[in-house]
């Protein structure tokens, strides 16, 4: 009954908007030769875009002088600080604060991870949160597809055409015309999203499992939500924005939305969950509804992203830093590739690993991530985690969630049994990528964030979850009940709990194999007694 009504007021709802996007066409003056814009503002208008501008922060003081409380409202938000705290443990999370087995660390390393930074000039300690002129509005707002940041410009884009890397670099990045991008500024898109979380840890697909380029104009049978020949949607249609803060986080992630459904007057804000669309019974109601009973300890992400990295872009999988620094006889640089073309080793990071079309792995998942910090102790003879989550099938607020497994080799103190943490990116000495030294990188790195180094290091074995939310593959091609109720299914790790088809009992099976004998016996019992009885009353 819920979802026949649901259907009925979506279906009034449609014709309502289709009817006046027809009315709309016939009233169309004739001379109207383009579509007005979406927008109330045409920015090519304003005079105070009317003229030349060096620098970003230029282009933004002038953004200020109408959208007077954009900067401060970003200053406020992940996005800009790169961290943020965890509710239920009080941990202090984020970009700028984590250990990853990616680059390691954001620590100094500034001027090149924060070319994906939506401010400017963040390239060491002294970078002012606090200016207002330091906000980038071009690189979530730009429409023309010509903004893009200088990999090593601490958030900067190239005033002046550059190469990359700076000394003898082959790939050309063309000075940005800021006034022309000013002037064309826009909604958010996927492409504004994806310039970074599309490229996060180096590289197309290096870092998300479920999001790379071939999210910028996906087809639905990649992405249902996102496919530009269905829905269309785009980023911000669920990671909904109030006062500048995103919603949705890896770091604070709900596991299961229990608000439901948001419509007016129970709106949270967010729509950055399944359930805030679908509600806790998506499924069309059956006899034994069985597919919504599923919902309250699965997550719709589980049978829903049946594989990742399905985009035609492989996912990296595994990197090896121990076996980074590796040059020719006469001293240069190594780069290996596979067959795809796609490097699995290269001098300044070591070995990699790839993969597309993968199966996920599965956990339980409460919503309480949490993440391993520099100082806590490791064990090098087994494989350290990096995040850890709470969950389990006696935790009521348990899903049991996909995620893509980041693996790795990453360097770790030998004398206190720590992670440590490289000094990769610079033009001094220490710098890893300068110098090939792992104690200078290292000395280096943890000195700068007052960690303590005993200089003795060896390289362990880590992992790293990610939950995946993306890729949302068409209902036809969700998990079938024989992909986890199976002896060697999906769910064969999680072994806290009883699955039928894919754990036996023997006093399970023994009762229910006495059920079907017993309920045999009584068809045929009940059958012989009616053909007994239809016999004697033809003899009567």
């Known amino acids: ?237 669920c990671h909904t924005t109030d006062g500048h803060e995103t919603q949705g986080s890896r770091y604070n992630i709900t596991a299961k939305d229990t608000h439901g459904i948001d419509i007016i007057g129970r709106d949270d804000k967010s729509r950055a969950s399944c359930e805030s669309c679908h509600g806790m019974t998506p499924h069309e109601e059956t006899i034994n509804d069985k597919l919504n009973d599923h919902t309250d300890r699965v997550a719709c992400q589980t049978c829903h992203i049946p594989k990742f990295a399905r985009g035609g872009k492989p996912s990296k999988t595994w990197w090896d830093w121990s076996t980074a620094g590796r040059k020719t006889a006469d001293g240069k640089h190594v780069m290996e590739k596979d067959e795809n073309g796609y490097v699995t080793y290269v001098t300044k990071k070591g070995n990699f690993e790839w993969g597309e079309n993968l199966v996920p792995e599965y956990a339980w998942l409460s919503g309480n991530i949490r993440y391993r910090e520099l100082e806590e102790k490791v064990d090098p003879e087994s494989i350290t985690a990096l995040n850890t989550f709470d969950g389990s099938y006696a935790d009521k607020d348990s899903r049991i969630w996909p995620f893509k497994v980041m693996r790795g080799k990453q360097p770790y103190d030998k004398v206190n049994n720590t992670l440590a943490i490289a000094h990769l990116f610079g033009k001094d000495k220490d710098a890893y990528w300068k110098s090939y030294s792992w104690d200078k990188a290292l000395a280096a790195a943890m000195k700068n964030v007052g960690a303590n180094f005993s200089g003795e290091y060896g390289f362990l074995e880590t992992t790293m979850h990610w939950p995946l939310a993306h890729m949302i593959a068409p209902k036809e091609e969700a998990l079938q009940c024989s992909d986890c109720h199976a002896k060697d299914g999906r769910l064969a790790s999680l072994t806290d709990f009883y699955l039928p088809g894919r754990d036996s009992n023997k006093w399970v099976d023994t009762i229910g194999w006495l059920a079907v004998v017993g309920t045999i016996g009584g068809v045929f019992t009940h059958g012989f007694g009616r053909l007994v009885a239809n016999r004697r009353r033809k003899r009567q």
């Open 1 to 237: 009954m819920k979802n026949t009504l649901f259907r009925a007021v979506c279906c009034a709802l449609s014709g309502l908007l289709l009817s006046g996007s027809l009315l709309a066409s016939l009233e169309k003056p004739e001379n109207q030769s383009e579509p007005i814009s979406n927008s109330t503002a045409d920015h090519s208008k304003f005079e105070e875009l009317q003229k030349e501008f060096g620098k970003g922060p230029e282009v933004t003081k002038a953004c200020l002088g109408c959208h007077t409380e954009a900067s401060k409202q970003l200053h406020q938000t992940k996005h800009w600080n790169w961290k943020c705290t965890n509710p239920e443990t009080g941990q202090t999370l984020g970009k700028s604060t984590i250990v990853n087995n990616f680059c390691l660390s954001v620590s100094t390393n500034l001027p090149r991870c924060t070319s994906c930074h939506i401010g400017y000039g963040w390239k060491d300690d002294t970078f002012d949160f606090t200016s207002e002129v330091n906000v980038d509005c071009l690189v979530c707002h730009d429409t023309t597809g010509t903004y893009k940041k200088y990999p090593a410009g601490a958030g900067h884009p190239a005033y002046v055409d550059k190469p990359f890397p700076p000394k003898g670099g082959k790939k050309i990045f063309k000075a940005v015309d800021l006034q022309a991008v000013a002037q064309s500024v826009g909604k958010t898109s996927r492409e504004t999203c994806g310039a970074c979380h599309f490229y996060g840890g180096g590289g197309d697909g290096v870092k998300h499992g479920d999001m790379d380029s071939s999210m910028t104009n996906p087809d639905k049978q990649l992405d249902v939500h996102m496919g530009t020949d269905g829905l269309d949607f785009v980023c911000a249609d």
